[in-house]
DNA sequence: CTTAATAAGTAGATTCGCTACATGTTGCCG
DNA sequence: CGGCAACATGTAGCGAATCTACTTATTAAG
């Protein structure tokens, strides 16, 4: 998969995958390979700039702690993560329509 | 929509418009808008470039004529384009499960 | 003792869609 | 006739986000 891909859409996966529980940086990198298959095994590079960004945004806030001598920075959904997540899955579904009408996929 | 959602998306749609028939600059914007009902109204800055970057890569290949007094670059798929269009397709498909094997949509 | 896994980060490059601008034609409306 | 919308193509430069490559540190397994 394509890097470009990516550009957009990046946010409201990892606002996802915080939505039912506060999940630290790692963890969010894990949960988003597995609930992507393995494709998506985003670099540190990648993953924990856009985290602060979102928490800079205000839709994350995050907390620290230690455990088992490691440092974890936690982050959870804020109320405007929550909303931000909602759009995020509405334009998804927008932009699938917009990008299936003018791809036609499907037929080779 | 916003607009970085379309990075890397963009050149496959493209060549979409041009698989079954060629055509010149002003009539893919119009096929493009057309076909997304709407919403895909790229900006001239956006579309031309773009399609010089297609011609560069080997995916299309252009030629001028004059109809009505105006120049027209028209724009026809290679076969390289469609090799590319068609491995496009295939990775929009894959990059669909991915989004929302993550995003879950469609649940609030 | 050394490597893999866990954990978090920064610096800098690259890419591409965008805004804003530039140029010129045809055809319609008043 | 004058002006504007539609047709038609293009460039320059900006900005944002993902990437590569690197850094630091701990724990557990071999």
Redesign the pocket.
């Known amino acids: 998969?394509?890097?470009?891909a990516?550009?957009?859409?990046?946010?409201p996966m990892i606002l996802a995958v915080v939505e039912d529980q506060p999940l630290?940086?790692?963890?969010?990198?894990?949960a988003l390979l597995e609930r992507s298959g393995g494709e998506l095994d985003?670099?540190?590079?990648?993953?924990?700039?856009?985290?602060?960004?979102l928490e800079r945004a205000g839709y994350l806030a995050?907390e620290?702690s230690t455990?088992?001598?490691?440092?974890?920075?936690?982050y959870q959904l804020t109320s405007a993560g929550q909303k931000m997540l909602a759009s995020g899955k509405q334009e998804w579904l927008t932009f699938r329509t917009v990008v299936e009408g003018v791809l036609r996929p499907g037929q080779a």
Chains 1, 2 share one sequence.
């Open positions: 998969m394509k890097a470009d990516l550009r957009g859409h990046l946010d630290h940086g790692y963890a969010i990198m894990e985003l670099p540190t590079g990648t993953l924990y700039p856009a985290l602060r960004r995050s620290w455990v088992g001598g490691r440092k974890r920075r936690t």
